[in-house]
Structures are given as C-alpha cells and as structure tokens.
C-alpha cells in the first residue's frame, strides 16, 4: 500500500513569487491535513480538507490556501512568498471515520524561499 | 487554545530505557499520539492513546497517561542507536486533525 506522496520534496523559490504543493493521500483516505514547519515555531497545522471542503483552519494569513480535488489529492498554495515561509510542508492523510483518526505522514516539500 | 510541552532534549546510553514526557493543557484532549521524525524525513507514528487508558504497551514502547495531570509519557526500553530521532507529542480532539505538536524531544542514544 502506497504511503503519501508529496511532491517536489525540495523547491526553491524567490521572494514575491507563489507556489503550489502537491500531496497525494493513501488511497481510500478523504482527509488532508497540512502542516509547517520550522526550527522557530515547530509544528503548526495551516487546514484540513475532507471531501473537497476545508474543515478546520490553522491561523495563517491569507496567502496560504488549499483545496482538494474530487480524488482526494490535496494542493496548498502561498502567494507573494517571504523568506520566514521558508520551512518543510507537511501532508497527513487519515480515513477520518467518526470517533477518531490515524493520520499518516509524507516526507514533507522543503521550500527555501530566497 | 492547547499548548502541549516536552524538554527539548534527552541523552541515554545504548541498551538504557529511555523516557520523554509530555504536558499537554487541554482536558478535552481526546488522542495522544507520538511521532517520529528521523533527519531529513516525515513524521512516522509510533504508537497513541485514547484519553479513557492509562497505559499501553506495544513492543518496546509503553505509554503512560496520568488525564489528571495532563502528562503522557514514552518509555522505549532496551534503547538503540537507531531510535536516535526527535520526537513529537501531539494531542487532537476527536474530529478533525487538527493535531496541537510539541516542540519535539531530541533523543540521542550514546554508544
């Protein structure tokens, strides 16, 4: 059984411009959920995604979205880049079924912003 | 909103147990769940526990809940090299995935 794929593992990109991430759940997973992180402020949760709607929201502005398409692959995208976006972006998968959840992680996109 | 809390760091000789503890604020935290990340890779589940158990065991890994205190706790016994990783606390209610992290635990194993 295929883990999640995140691709590209490593993307560099200047300041201004915008970027899209891709994550493929394990099959049969509706949910999505993306993270940052960074030495400075560790883990933080950005969304979460099920059956193309975003159910929760981390408190990140408005540069960074997301959305899922019909296939359950989820993008995440951030706009007008700054050098503190730079971090590894994380993917977790889970079958989200009632009464609880067992997410699976990707490898994670290292994004440098330059 | 959650905070959840370890110590930054942990050094055990090879064959010792090792243990990193974890405080969490949220009461209505319903999963605990600790993650591996190895250098350059994602993070790998390693074992969770629903907030109505004190304790699971699974190989070399016990997990300790005190709900009272808030405190979760990994024991990994007979400790080797290549448990050298940092690890990570995380609490979540049940919906959602909106996990709360830690900071991460860096354990170095010593030879």
């Known amino acids: 059984k295929a883990g999640v794929t995140q691709t590209p593992r490593y993307l560099i990109k200047t300041r201004g411009q915008q970027v899209t991430l891709s994550c493929s759940p394990i099959?049969?997973?509706?949910?999505v959920s993306w993270y940052q992180q960074t030495p400075g402020q560790g883990l933080q949760f950005l969304f979460e995604y099920f059956s193309e709607t975003q159910r929760n929201k981390g408190n990140f502005p408005g540069r960074f979205s997301g959305r899922q398409f019909s296939n359950s692959r989820s993008e995440m995208n951030v706009s007008t880049l700054e050098l503190g976006d730079s971090a590894l972006y994380l993917c977790?998968?889970?079958?989200?079924?009632?009464?609880?959840?067992?997410?699976?992680f990707g490898q994670g996109t290292r994004l440098t912003v330059v | 909103g959650e905070d959840v809390e370890q110590s930054l760091f942990l050094s055990v000789r090879e064959g010792d147990s090792s243990v990193i503890n974890c405080t969490y604020t949220?009461?209505?935290?319903?999963?605990l769940y600790w993650y591996k990340q190895e250098p350059g890779a994602g993070l790998q589940l390693l074992t969770y526990?629903?907030?109505?158990?004190d304790m699971k065991q699974d190989q070399r890994l016990t997990v300790l809940l005190n709900k009272k205190d808030k405190h979760l706790s990994l024991r990994i016994a007979d400790t080797q090299t290549g448990d050298s990783a940092i690890y990570f606390c995380?609490?979540?209610?049940?919906?959602?995935?909106?996990?709360?992290f830690g900071p991460g635990t860096r354990l170095s194993v010593l030879p």
């Open positions: 526990i629903f907030s109505n158990m």
């Open positions: 977790a998968s889970s079958l989200a079924a009632s009464g609880g959840t067992e997410a699976f």
């Open positions: 949220d009461s209505s935290s319903t999963y």
């Open positions: 995380a609490a979540a209610r049940d919906y959602g995935q909106n996990f709360v």
């Open positions: 099959s049969g997973h509706r949910s």
